[in-house]
């Protein structure tokens, strides 16, 4: 079946560090791959998402890019900030009909300034 | 921005009783969904919900796991007979429309609510 492997945590940084979070997937055919984010608090937000090969998916400086040939879709930023320590989590969709999202365990992330 | 809301945040019960989560999705969202997260595990699947029956349920989601949209606001999750292994973190989730639609692919998830069962 369906599953992702996320780097595991807790990741800390120092301010204006450069992230990388690992994300790699196993999945049939050609699934969307998505980055969540969760701060302290709140629900599971959309961070950025990409839907096929190569395409590269960027929101508030972050970046991943779906890999094909390494089934891989990797969180990057140039220069992290404190307000970006939370949960990240890699997800995928398969594409074959249903809707359900399948997760990485999350990746804890803590700037320290 | 509408958001979607969960209620308790926080839920503690004895092993056996009944719980029934709360989730009021955004307003016109026809896509819902429950997930749960045991603690260090991952985020998991459970069910989802279109057109007032369910579209999907992992092996998770067992007899003892009911789902209702009783008054087209609320969505709901019953757990008729909790158990330890029932502790976690649920959360509610959902979407306007199907995947293939522009722009109504992306799941709106809420704050969760945390189970602990004694």
């Known amino acids: 079946g369906d599953s992702v492997t996320q780097m595991e945590g807790p990741v800390t940084l120092s301010e204006e560090a450069f992230l990388t979070i690992n994300c790699t997937y196993t999945?049939?055919?050609?699934?969307?791959l998505f980055w969540y984010v969760q701060y302290p608090g709140e629900g599971l937000q959309l961070l950025l998402k990409?839907?096929?090969?190569?395409d590269k998916g960027s929101n508030k400086g972050f970046e991943a890019t779906y890999r094909k040939e390494t089934t891989s879709f990797h969180l990057e930023k140039g220069s992290v900030q404190v307000s970006d320590s939370a949960v990240y989590f890699c997800a995928l969709r398969n594409n074959f009909g249903n809707e359900k999202l399948t997760f990485g365990t999350g990746t804890r992330l803590t700037i320290i300034p | 921005e509408p958001e979607v809301t969960q209620t308790p945040s926080h839920q503690v019960t004895q092993m056996g009783q009944e719980v029934i989560l709360r989730c009021v999705p955004i307003s016109n969202h026809l896509y819902f969904y429950w997930y749960r997260q045991i603690l260090g595990q991952k985020v998991e699947f459970l069910v989802s919900?279109?057109?007032?029956?369910?579209?999907?349920k992992s092996e998770i989601f067992d007899d003892q796991f009911s789902v209702e949209r009783p008054d087209g606001s609320n969505f709901t999750l019953k757990i008729r007979s909790t158990k330890l292994e029932d502790s976690a973190m649920y959360f509610c989730?959902?979407?306007?429309?199907?995947?293939?639609?522009?722009?109504?692919?992306?799941?709106?998830f809420g704050p969760g609510t945390r189970l602990t069962v004694l």
């Open positions: 990409a839907t096929k090969a190569d």
């Open positions: 919900f279109y057109n007032n029956e369910i579209s999907e």
């Open positions: 999945a049939t055919g050609y699934p969307s």
């Open positions: 989730a959902s979407k306007p429309g199907l995947a293939g639609e522009r722009g109504t692919d992306t799941q709106y």
